[in-house]
């Protein structure tokens, strides 16, 4: 299934972690992300309850931002991280941070997961290959990295192809569900330059959201779903849900469009700790502190 209209509803790392990770209770405000939400709103939590053992995993140590210290507390993301030792540094974050090799750190849990008795797992997975601000080693000062982000995008989707074919190998059942954090804002536009995310536009949190099933000897009726109507984390939260509910593996085959009728949709708000982006009859609506609501052109 491609969702190709999944609004993110964040332009940066940690608010989009917290999102996906309280997806059950759909989108509160940006200020209520940091508050406590009911026990029902924690999607790893759920999964916990329905029998999964929550793991963990991070291309990068988590310590920018307390990103490890944001999802523990607000989105009660409790297991430990995997371990990236030993692993190939393949880029350097702006901060000098390792960086490690996506296809390392996937195959590196996969092998975990292959000793565990662990009857279900749920990963949760954070990948910062595409960041701004990333380097390749060696590189003697930070370029302009919107230069390498296609170099970097291609290997990224490659190793996860690469990934998707040894889960296929692997024997095991999965489902996969891939959601950027939020767009890399490559091409700027009126109000912000290229690599600026401050204001939250459809061209930054607009993302297209995968879900794949792999393995069990089950094949998808039909073509791949595309779903463009307006979505966000509440539509994961229900395709998942159904997916216990009503296994794709039970089956020699599954219909995608079993998973998605009657999903919620959302309207498109989108918010940062200094302003809020809404649509309204396909017009753009910024709000910037305690001003009013103004139009917003994307016209370069």
Known sequence: MLLTKFNSAASYSGPAAIRLLRATCGQPKHTGMYTAANDNCYLMDSLRNSGFETNMALNHNGKF?????????????????????????????FDNAPVYDDMEVLNRWLETREKSSSSR??????????????????????????????????????????????????????????????????RGDSRQISGLREIPTPAITLVPVGIKVIGGNTQRKGDTLLLDQPTSYLAISHIVARMLENSPFTSDTFAPSDYVENLPPTQFVAQSQSATVIEENNQLYLKQGSS????????N
């Open 292 to 299: 009013g609501w103004e139009k917003y052109s994307v016209r």
């Open 65 to 93: 931002d307390d990103f490890l210290g944001t999802v523990r507390a607000h989105g009660r993301l409790s297991a430990a991280p995997m371990t990236l030792s030993g692993l190939n540094v393949a880029q350097r974050a």
């Open 121 to 186: 797992v749920a990963l949760f997975y954070n990948t910062v290959s595409l960041h701004d601000g990333n380097h390749f080693p060696g590189a003697e000062s930070l370029p302009n990295t919107l230069q390498t982000y296609k170099k970097r995008l291609r290997t990224f989707l490659d190793e996860m192809e690469q990934f998707m074919q040894s889960l296929e190998k692997s024997g095991r059942r999965a489902v996969v569900v891939m959601v950027p954090e939020h767009g890399g804002a490559v």
